[in-house]
């Protein structure tokens, strides 16, 4: 069985700074991959970066990047120079790749952006 | 650029009441999914469709039944709601659901506000 767990109920942070939002994982599988999610208050889901578990880098996307530490089993969300619109819940999720499986949630972390 | 679209996006029920959540998406993609977000749960998966003509249970599939109607439908019904039910329903879809193959991301829709009493 998978599991997420994200540990920051809710973060804070100064526009124009960088945060960083925490994801660890456990899983059984020898490959996988971490997807992050933004969900406004809109109420959409909104992908934003992945990571495969064999990926020799670490993932960039515009201001986000991704902090994968394989061997501590962490896969934490960086977002640089923060705007207000980041402001949001941030869902971090998983996938195994041994048969037919399913994504696993994390139950989220809530940013707020400060002027 | 419709993508995943789910309707109505709001309801109230009646303990007992039946209803259908729609879903439909335009990118071609095989598999779907139907997901429940409960405050301080994250999403829980209710049921999935792989491909066309296949659908399985998935974390918390009591209560609920789903019918891929075709690639571009997948629906999910309530036969008597429950209050236990009020949540918000996100359907998703993503290219592939394959052994040995998962960097798809999945797509959302903007998800149905569900509310039993």
């Known amino acids: 069985a998978q599991k997420i767990t994200q540990t920051q109920p809710g973060m804070f942070v100064q526009e124009k700074e960088a945060v960083t939002l925490d994801c660890t994982y456990d899983t059984s599988d020898p490959s996988y991959g971490l997807f992050w999610y933004k969900q406004p208050s809109s109420g959409e889901m909104i992908f934003l970066i992945y990571q495969g578990s064999y990926d020799q880098q670490n993932a960039t996307e515009g201001r986000y990047s991704l902090n994968f530490q394989k061997a501590r089993k962490s896969a934490n969300l960086v977002i640089s120079a923060s705007q207000l619109g980041d402001s949001a819940m941030y869902f971090c999720?998983?996938?195994?790749?041994?048969?037919?499986?399913?994504?696993?949630f994390g139950t989220g972390t809530r940013l707020l952006v400060s002027p | 650029n419709a993508g995943v679209t789910q309707t109505p996006k709001f309801q109230v029920l009646k303990t007992g009441q039946s209803m259908t959540l729609q879903c439909a998406q335009d990118m071609n993609h095989n598999s779907m999914y139907w997901y429940r977000q409960d405050p301080g749960m994250g999403l829980r998966l209710i049921y999935y469709s792989a491909s066309e003509g296949t659908t399985d249970k998935g974390e918390v599939p009591n209560g609920y039944n789903v019918s891929r109607l075709n690639k571009r439908e997948f629906s999910l019904r309530l036969e008597s709601a429950a209050p236990s039910q009020t949540s918000v329903y996100f359907c998703?879809?993503?290219?592939?659901?394959?052994?040995?193959?998962?960097?798809?991301?999945?797509?959302f829709g903007d998800g149905t506000r569900l509310s039993i009493l």
């Open positions: 998703a879809s993503s290219e592939a659901l394959q052994a040995g193959v998962g960097n798809q991301p999945q797509h």
């Open positions: 999720a998983m996938r195994g790749f041994t048969g037919f499986q399913k994504l696993v």
